[in-house]
């Protein structure tokens, strides 16, 4: 089954339940994420890879999963969707798409809100439950998730800024899936996970630690000062700007690509530290615990 086949089949359980219900689309999403999520991923982690998940270690992996699923949805739709795109300005209305770009776009806008929802709902459940303090991240997570909300809900309400969001979706997506699947074996790697094959979680770290440390430099720290430009270009100096999209939110989008690329230095350092030690070691276990960005 191809991309446009998976879509086209998802999207119409999606309009089904939305005609039934009445609800938006970002709470089917959402309702789904949370059904994968305790029907499927719990006990196939617990079955396959023999991970706890009552104890936190084992619910941040089901996290991890999580973002990895949406993580690899994102990046592939949006990338097809780029290369489709007839236009390259980053707030143009939605309307002048057509309506298979339309509709792709638009869901993938309710996809990105139902998965924030879903993962802010457990996180905040994670934090009632083992402390603010179990994960040391775990509040930056939070307050990450509501910033993404409302700027998805501001190109869902404006109906313009799809490119941009596209744009921003992929810098931001693309290293997720090997970012939450080192997580997942950092988590596993836990004391606490006493059953789970340690060797094996330590080779997978190792191999995603290396492929995130050059992909997530390239991206964040080679290519996305480079968006920078181009946001701030389109919508203060070029006169682009489209008429839909007020000059404070393209100022709050802007914030974002910027935000986006500077609160990535950190983590990039640590883990090109964490390649240089793996590269000149072979040990190269790493310190810092991370669920996604």
Known sequence: MNLNALFNLSFAACEHFTT???????IFWCTMLIIFRLLFLAPFFSIIFKIDVTKYSGESCLGSAIGFTHGLVATLVGIQLLSTSPTSNLSEVLSVFDASWQLKATTLVSFSTGYMIEDFFFMTVDGFIWGWNAEPMLQSFILHHVACLIY??????VGAGHVGFLILVVMGEVTNSFQNSRSISIQALM???????KGFFLGIKKIMTCILAVLFFFVRMVCGP?????????????????EAVPLWIAGVWTFIAIAIVHGSIPFSMTLLGELK????????????????N
């Open 191 to 197: 004391k606490e996970q006493t059953d789970t094959n």
């Open 152 to 157: 998805l809900s501001s190109v869902a309400v």
């Open 226 to 242: 480079f968006v920078i430009l181009f946001f701030s270009n389109h919508f203060f100096i070029s006169g682009e700007r489209s």
């Open 277 to 292: 030690e793996i590269l000149g070691t072979g040990m190269g276990m790493g310190k810092e615990k991370e669920k996604k």
């Open 20 to 26: 039934t219900t009445g609800a938006p689309a970002y």
